[in-house]
């Protein structure tokens, strides 16, 4: 574990201070509607702070947060930090019962959301603690929904309110709740502490290389609160990049002079294979490819290495986690890695049964330490997932080469036996994308009366036309040992993700079982 100083002893939004004090005409956020500095930034939270507490009268509350890629997600981030109270990240893209259970779970009295957001406003009767709801892009999508409010009806006045003095902030106190992706059960809530996320934006803002001169390009659907924080640690620029079309955010990247890439593995598959890539040409800055959310394939990160000609990687983490707890070095990555512990953190594989420490390279699960762990889940008086060591139990199995590099072989809830031989999907999916005609896939396994279950593989073929799914099922398990070769095939039109990218697995999973 290498050692890094966990990052200034300052509140959450303290972080945005010493940046709006130290680079305070440096662009914070840039998207095509304009630009902020780091000044007015932070000029910007000071009034959602205001505005925040005229409305609550000083009493802490929670305030949801739709984590829109809008430069207005990051003021009202800092901002609800700022007002002293709790800010709760909202996923604009969840369906309705999903979104029900945070607003719950949270109790959000006050909602600041987009007008794609599934409105919970005309849902109080579900909702009895929700008060106002407001729509932060109401003057560019027309008339908000009923039972809501445009933003500039809270904002019009912008108070003299003071601001609570920062030195009387318990940095261990709760400031911000994230939910889990709820793939594999009901969405908890993650509570997050300053200390957590400061201490987090210091660990990512080193593992990517970030500084004051630093560009970073986000072409992703959501805003990511790490590289909000990373970069606001930093003192670097970012660039948010709507275009879904992965060629036009390179372009966007190249015009932006952008250092940093940032994108999710389905869309840099889809660059990967997309046919214009040939001719693309990167920015002559641009130093670093970085993926996230779910595992990138070596095959797409070799690829597009090749073709852009700088260091493709990726990094793990968990909302438990701030959310970083790896990430890959560019000078020394290692395909299929997701590289060595951030600065200050503590990683080891354990045995699944019997829970002993795993010498390097066998798998087993992965638990975590750091100063980034959560404080704990909303509802849940004790943390089951963390031991009295104070080691985080990912759920997640992996192993470790000889240098502490870090490689993913899948979730525990996703592996399953086959004539008592575990087999993991990851593995078998990772083999099925090196095949040509594989657009995307995912597997799973399907009750067997013999052999407990057989390996089931959802493939969506490349290309409109009419595709044999047997060749392609045979050249994969020629690749694969006895137990994890592919017994059904099914074409699919899609795979099933949640809205940050990540398999559906469990959806699939009950309607096999059906």
């Keep these: 574990m290498s050692e890094l100083p966990p990052g200034p002893a300052v509140p959450l939004d303290g972080l945005l ?31 959602f702070a205001r505005a925040l507490l005229r409305l609550t009268g000083g009493r802490p509350t ?67 603690d929700l008060r106002e709801v407001y729509v932060v892009d109401a003057d560019r999508t027309g008339p908000p929904p009923p039972g809501t409010r445009p933003l500039d009806d809270l904002l019009t006045e912008d108070g003299t309110a003071a601001l609570p003095d920062p030195a009387g902030v318990d940095l261990d106190s709760v400031v911000c709740v994230q939910f889990t992706s709820g793939t594999t059960g009901p969405p908890k809530g993650v509570r997050l502490t300053h200390r957590n996320l400061v201490a987090n934006a210091a660990q990512a803002a080193h593992a990517l290389g970030l500084d004051a001169g630093s560009v970073c390009l986000n072409h992703l659907p959501l805003y990511h609160v790490m590289h909000l924080d990373s970069a606001v640690y930093a003192g670097a620029t970012q660039v948010l990049c709507h275009d879904p079309d992965p060629v036009a955010s390179v372009a966007a990247a190249a015009e932006a002079g952008a ?50 000609g700088v260091p493709v990687i990726q990094g793990y983490g968990l909302a438990e986690l701030s959310p970083l707890s790896h990430n890959d070095r560019p000078e020394r990555s290692k395909p299929g890695s997701v590289g060595p512990a951030v600065p200050g953190t503590e990683c080891r594989i354990v045995d699944l049964e019997t829970g002993a420490a795993l010498d390097p390279g066998r798998p087993g699960e992965v638990l975590l330490r750091g100063p980034q762990l959560m404080a704990g889940y909303l509802g849940l008086p004790d943390a089951p997932d963390i031991d009295a060591a104070g080691w985080f139990h990912t759920g997640d199995v992996g192993y470790q080469d000889e240098d502490g590099w870090l490689f993913l072989v899948d979730r525990i809830k996703d592996v399953f036996k086959v004539d008592n031989e575990l087999v993991s999907p990851s593995e078998i999916e990772q083999v099925l994308l090196q095949d040509p005609d594989v657009a995307d896939c995912v597997v799973a396994d399907l009750p067997d009366e013999f052999s407990g279950a057989v390996v089931w593989a959802g493939v969506v073929p490349a290309g409109d036309g009419p595709v044999d799914l047997n060749p392609i099922v045979a050249r994969a398990n020629a690749l694969l040992s006895d137990h994890q070769r592919i017994r059904r095939a099914e074409r699919l039109t899609a795979v099933p993700r949640s809205p940050n990218g990540k398999t559906e697995r469990t959806r699939l999973r009950e309607r096999l079982r059906a």
């Design 62 to 128: 929670a305030v949801g947060v739709a984590s829109v890629l809008d430069p207005v997600f990051a003021a009202a981030f800092y901002g609800t930090s700022r007002s002293g109270n709790r800010v709760v990240l909202v996923n604009p893209l969840v369906r309705e019962p999903v979104l029900e259970h945070v607003f719950r779970t949270a109790g959000i009295e006050i909602a600041l959301v987009s007008a794609e957001t599934r409105s919970p406003g005309g849902r109080r009767a579900a909702l009895p």
């Design 259 to 308: 250092t940093h890439y940032f994108g999710l593995p389905v869309r840099l598959a889809r660059l990967a294979a997309d046919p214009r890539l040939a001719s693309v040409v990167p920015g002559p800055e641009l130093g670093l490819v970085r993926s996230g959310g779910s595992r990138l394939a070596p095959a797409v990160a070799a690829r597009l290495r090749e073709r852009l």
């Design 17 to 47: 201070r010493l940046a709006a004090e130290r680079h305070p005409e440096q662009v914070a956020v840039r998207d095509e509607r304009g630009a902020v500095d780091y000044a007015g930034l932070d000029a910007r939270a000071d009034r």
